[in-house]
């Protein structure tokens, strides 16, 4: 099984540049996550999404866009990447429907701004 | 506003011993508490979740963890540790305040380093 894939696994962009992070889930969960991995800080919320269609800010939205393209998918945009902006970023889904249902995660994009 | 807290940066115990890994919450009304684990450049993956019920939560890869209501604590623990028990290690609360998902808060990471 697949489960949560991600791409791409590393990029390094220049400050200003753009680009979309790509996840993808096979396992028919009605919610997606994007969260931000940083040293000393743990994971943070960036967006979320409860359901097809739908999409909430987290704790830290700022400088990011995201899209529910469809059940499947939830990608993250960085319209003028920063360099505030390095980080390990993981999407991650779950099914509410199931109760308390824990996350699974992808295995993350590793970005670098300079 | 929900929060979980783990005290220590890292934790070192040597193999075959007991392991223990703090974690706190501060939530109103019922906590619904949750343990993750992420191996070098990997996704974080589920251990074990305490919703209602039994204190004592047993988990994946033998850990367990003791929910405490009194001292707000949610210790992630296992009785021998093994060397491929090292990785980093997340306490997580969920957040109630989030309609229709499972959205998490999580702690800052506890890295354990189990030595042969």
């Known amino acids: 099984n697949a489960g949560v894939t991600q791409t791409p696994k590393f990029q390094v962009l220049k400050t200003g540049q753009s680009m979309t992070l790509q996840c993808a889930q096979d396992?028919?969960?009605?919610?997606m996550y994007w969260y931000r991995q940083d040293p000393g800080m743990g994971l943070r919320l960036i967006y979320y999404?409860?359901?097809?269609?739908?999409?909430d800010k987290g704790e830290v939205p700022n400088g990011y866009n995201v899209s529910r393209l469809n059940k499947r998918e939830f990608s993250l945009r960085l319209e003028s990447a920063a360099p505030s902006q390095t980080s390990v970023y993981f999407c991650?889904?779950?099914?509410?429907?199931?109760?308390?249902?824990?996350?699974?995660f992808g295995n993350g994009t590793r970005l670098t701004v300079t | 506003a929900q929060s979980v807290a783990q005290p220590e940066d890292q934790v070192n115990v040597a193999e075959g011993n007991p392991l223990t890994v703090k974690c706190t919450y501060s939530?109103?009304?019922?906590?619904?508490l949750f343990w993750y684990v992420q191996y070098p450049n990997r996704g974080l993956q589920f251990l074990l979740k305490?919703?209602?019920?039994?204190?004592l939560v047993k988990g994946s890869y033998g850990f367990e963890a003791e929910f405490n209501k009194s001292q707000t604590s949610f210790h992630l623990k296992k009785p021998s540790a093994l060397v491929s028990d090292s990785a980093l290690y997340f306490c997580?609360?969920?957040?109630?305040?989030?309609?229709?998902?499972?959205?998490?808060?999580f702690g800052t990471g506890t890295r354990l380093q189990v030595f042969p």
């Open positions: 991650a889904s779950s099914d509410p429907r199931a109760g308390n249902s824990p996350l699974h």
């Open positions: 396992m028919n969960h009605n919610s």
């Open positions: 999404s409860a359901s097809e269609g739908t999409t």
């Open positions: 939530v109103s009304g019922n906590p619904y």
């Open positions: 305490y919703i209602t019920g039994d204190n």
């Open positions: 997580a609360v969920r957040d109630m305040g989030a309609y229709n998902t499972d959205k998490l808060i």
